[in-house]
């Protein structure tokens, strides 16, 4: 892979020398600046790694010099390509002084380039150090010449500093800013880092964003990378690109300089290298890669290649292509790589399953069991107030029914009347007392057990202890008196079948005139007996149940600057309503009808989908745990820490969330980061606003590899290299590059232009400031 694909490291620019050429302003000091001593140049410039550079002559173009550079440096291994400069002198508005402009040319057109000094002419030759060129006369000399150009300005001081002598931008006009925001000036240059600080401060305050690069100015060779021997030797940090050497190459550094100048070296060892198709080798950068190409081209396939991803679909295409992946290092694996399915985030957050596949990022919501139980304790104690009332009903039903005649009763009984009705204690509330009692202490005694360090830290380990034993205390009073009561029903019950017994004795010795009388005194006892239990069932406390209060349905947990929340549907949400809707049928709307229920019918007719008695049971094992578990279902947001803003509540806002949570530059477990259409659901605003922004976060830590249709992710990301698919029947192409990538087969930003969609305008937006730039 001898042809450089796209820019693999930063490349070293100084688009500022002079030559002899420049001796009618600048004198005997550019004397040995010539043809003859290139040499001298070169090895200068090998020296302080300048990779690409440009002779600019005051308002000279020296061919011949060009073109011997051209050849001298045609196999050096460090200096790339020289482009053809002129630094003019221009007066931009009447009764300013006038500021060098440097014009880059592009090179691509060399038939052209030898007659720069004869277009020059054309409209006027400057002899004198003194001369100028009117803005008017500069523009004709760049019609004529008819070559794109990129202008830079030179700057030495504030923006507003209208200082004069010094050949800055300020100084030539009344507001550079018209010069600047227009991008009529494509760069500003300066030659020392006080000079950039000063420009930085002065271009902020006018929130302006425009390249600024260094230059060196150097007039004598021999003293490079200074102006001359006698210059102060201050240290001189020239600014570096990601592109290639070219014209083009530079003209996409300066429309997209924050992506593109000093940019770190990527020290990750951990990438793909290359895609090996048909014996042809496809180069990766190791940076951001972009896979374009028509629908069905076989992007997806490349991409689940590259990510590892075996799909049996494409094994045949696999194989008749013989494509394979090269990793850059032995070390590679496959847990490496991040992959991002299209669609697989809306997915997720369809399914609840977002983050959870990577690792827990949700804590548990802790109050799910005591909402269960607080429902399910509800609908009992209504089933209690319900059934006490019906039996309420039912004794007052028979009582009413029950007719008794008095009769005299004249003769003693020969054999004793035995009453064997003892009313059981209840004990039913006991039970449930002594349960929570039990589960309480459990739950303390392992908590205290399993957590026994971090009482300790909090000095409360003892008074936990205090906790439990006072729990355990209560407990086993509540379990001695249902105990208690347990033994006294248990005496009572032995006594009732004793005398139940004695009495079916009796009932055989005794003559029809004293079953007669029994049967008469059974009446009566039966009747007192009803009266009894009819008052005691009145005095028996019923309360009408309250629903269960709102609780708190929520889990926080922290994960690198964001905040993973859970949210139950009960959270905080007072239900009783809902329950009622879900649980009842009209016209019970609400507890209040619970009071009028007195009869099974009712309460039966009352409950949605059951129709008999027998069916009660199965109604809190279905309505109940159905409602239980609606409201049990949660939602999860995330939250920026610090602006406890929500995010991630449409597609669009999740995907944005989860590669930003993703790609957080702390996470180091993944190398390789796979997104198939991560542009997916996200709007154009928030795709420039937000996805590029954190895909560039990480574009010299990891390696990123995304299919995109989006222009804006391919140009506006500023991608470092371009894959071009398309597939003829079952054959795969592929080609590749810098978006200033071009050869005699075909040019990246046209595969740009003509596959995706506004993939022109995105161009052209770009672009756009450098409307000499027409390709």
């Known amino acids: 892979?001898?042809?450089?694909?796209?820019?693999?490291?930063?490349?070293?620019?100084?688009?500022?020398?002079?030559?002899?050429?420049?001796?009618?302003?600048?004198?005997?000091?550019?004397?040995?600046?010539?043809?003859?001593?290139?040499?001298?140049?070169?090895?200068?410039?090998?020296?302080?790694?300048?990779?690409?550079?440009?002779?600019?002559?005051?308002?000279?173009?020296?061919?011949?010099?060009?073109?011997?550079?051209?050849?001298?440096?045609?196999?050096?291994?460090?200096?790339?390509?020289?482009?053809?400069?002129?630094?003019?002198?221009?007066?931009?508005?009447?009764?300013?002084?006038?500021?060098?402009?440097?014009?880059?040319?592009?090179?691509?057109?060399?038939?052209?380039?030898?007659?720069?000094?004869?277009?020059?002419?054309?409209?006027?030759?400057?002899?004198?150090?003194?001369?100028?060129?009117?803005?008017?006369?500069?523009?004709?000399?760049?019609?004529?010449?008819?070559?794109?150009?990129?202008?830079?300005?030179?700057?030495?001081?504030?923006?507003?500093?209208?200082?004069?002598?010094?050949?800055?931008?300020?100084?030539?006009?009344?507001?550079?800013?018209?010069?600047?925001?227009?991008?009529?000036?494509?760069?500003?240059?300066?030659?020392?880092?006080?000079?950039?600080?000063?420009?930085?401060?002065?271009?902020?305050?006018?929130?302006?964003?425009?390249?600024?690069?260094?230059?060196?100015?150097?007039?004598?060779?021999?003293?490079?990378?200074?102006?001359?021997?006698?210059?102060?030797?201050?240290?001189?940090?020239?600014?570096?690109?990601?592109?290639?050497?070219?014209?083009?190459?530079?003209?996409?550094?300066?429309?997209?300089?924050?992506?593109?100048?000093?940019?770190?070296?990527?020290?990750?060892?951990?990438?793909?290298?290359?895609?090996?198709?048909?014996?042809?080798?496809?180069?990766?950068?190791?940076?951001?890669?972009?896979?374009?190409?028509?629908?069905?081209?076989?992007?997806?396939?490349?991409?689940?290649?590259?990510?590892?991803?075996?799909?049996?679909?494409?094994?045949n295409l696999i194989k008749s292509n013989n494509l394979k992946v090269n990793q850059n290092d032995s070390n590679f694996q496959t847990s490496f790589i991040k992959y991002v399915q299209q669609g697989q985030i809306n997915d997720e957050v369809i399914k609840g399953t977002l983050f959870k596949s990577d690792s827990n990022y949700y804590d548990d919501i802790p109050t799910k069991a005591e909402f269960r139980n607080n429902i399910n304790n509800y609908f009992d104690k209504v089933y209690r107030y319900v059934t006490n009332n019906i039996e309420i009903f039912d004794q007052e039903n028979k009582l009413e029914n029950l007719n008794i005649n008095i009769e005299a009763i004249e003769k003693d009984f020969y054999l004793p009347v035995i009453d064997s009705s003892l009313e059981l204690e209840e004990v039913s509330s006991d039970k449930e007392r002594v349960h929570f009692l039990d589960t309480v202490l459990k739950d303390v005694e392992t908590e205290l057990a399993e957590n026994t360090n971090y009482y300790k830290s909090i000095d409360s380990y003892e008074l936990m202890n205090e906790v439990v034993e006072k729990v355990k205390s209560i407990y086993i009073n509540a379990k001695n008196l249902l105990s208690d009561k347990q033994n006294r029903n248990e005496i009572k019950g032995i006594i009732v079948k004793t005398l139940d017994g004695y009495s079916k004795s009796l009932e055989n010795r005794r003559t029809s005139e004293e079953k007669h009388k029994n049967c008469i005194i059974d009446k009566y006892l039966n009747f007192v007996n009803s009266i009894v239990k009819l008052i005691k069932l009145k005095e028996r406390p019923n309360p009408l149940p309250a629903f269960p209060s709102p609780i708190n349905g929520h889990s926080e947990k922290q994960s690198k600057g964001y905040i993973f929340k859970k949210t139950a549907r009960y959270h905080q949400n007072d239900l009783k309503d809902e329950f009622y809707a879900q649980c009842f049928n009209k016209p019970i709307t609400s507890d209040v009808f619970l009071s009028s229920i007195s009869t099974k019918d009712a309460f039966v007719s009352a409950l949605k989908g059951i129709t008999s008695w027998e069916e009660v049971s199965k109604f809190k094992e279905n309505k109940v745990e159905k409602f239980i578990n609606e409201y049990c279902e949660e939602q999860t947001f995330i939250f920026e820490i610090d602006s406890n803003e929500g995010v991630g509540n449409t597609p669009g806002e999740n995907a944005l969330v989860y590669f930003k949570y993703l790609i957080n530059e702390k996470s180091d477990d993944f190398y390789v980061l796979a997104v198939d259409q991560p542009e997916d659901d996200i709007n154009p605003m928030r795709i420039k606003s937000s996805l590029i922004p954190i895909l560039n976060s990480i574009r010299d830590k990891k390696q990123i590899i995304i299919v995109t249709h989006n222009p804006m992710l391919v140009v506006n990301l500023d991608v470092d290299n371009v894959l071009y698919i398309k597939k003829n029947n079952s054959t795969l192409d592929i080609c590749c590059g810098a978006l200033e990538f071009e050869n005699n087969d075909y040019s990246i930003l046209n595969h740009v232009k003509q596959n995706l969609d506004g993939g022109y305008k995105a161009i052209e937006r770009r672009l756009k400031r450098y409307e000499r730039d027409s390709d």
């Open 1 to 315: 892979m001898d042809v450089k694909y796209f820019a693999e490291d930063n490349i070293f620019v100084d688009l500022h020398i002079h030559s002899k050429m420049s001796e009618y302003k600048d004198g005997k000091i550019v004397d040995n600046s010539t043809k003859e001593n290139a040499d001298v140049l070169i090895t200068a410039l090998e020296s302080k790694n300048i990779n690409l550079f440009a002779i600019t002559d005051h308002n000279r173009f020296d061919y011949d010099l060009y073109i011997h550079l051209k050849e001298k440096i045609s196999e050096n291994d460090i200096i790339k390509n020289v482009l053809p400069g002129i630094e003019f002198d221009v007066v931009l508005e009447k009764g300013f002084t006038p500021c060098h402009i440097i014009a880059i040319f592009d090179d691509s057109q060399q038939n052209l380039l030898f007659k720069i000094p004869e277009k020059i002419n054309d409209v006027k030759t400057l002899n004198s150090k003194n001369e100028f060129y009117q803005l008017e006369e500069f523009e004709q000399i760049l019609h004529n010449i008819g070559l794109k150009v990129l202008l830079i300005a030179h700057q030495k001081q504030d923006l507003n500093n209208k200082e004069k002598g010094n050949a800055s931008l300020s100084s030539s006009c009344d507001d550079p800013s018209v010069f600047l925001s227009t991008g009529y000036i494509d760069s500003l240059e300066f030659s020392s880092n006080k000079q950039e600080g000063i420009v930085i401060n002065s271009l902020r305050k006018m929130d302006i964003d425009i390249p600024l690069i260094t230059g060196s100015d150097c007039h004598e060779w021999e003293a490079y990378p200074f102006r001359e021997k006698n210059s102060e030797k201050k240290p001189r940090h020239f600014t570096s690109f990601r592109c290639l050497p070219t014209f083009k190459g530079l003209v996409m550094a300066l429309t997209s300089f924050s992506t593109r100048a000093n940019r770190l070296k990527n020290e990750n060892p951990h990438f793909i290298k290359s895609i090996c198709i048909n014996n042809k080798e496809i180069p990766l950068a190791n940076g951001i890669n972009a896979i374009i190409g028509d629908n069905g081209s076989g992007k997806t396939l490349l991409m689940s290649l590259l990510a590892e991803k075996s799909n049996n679909i494409y094994k």
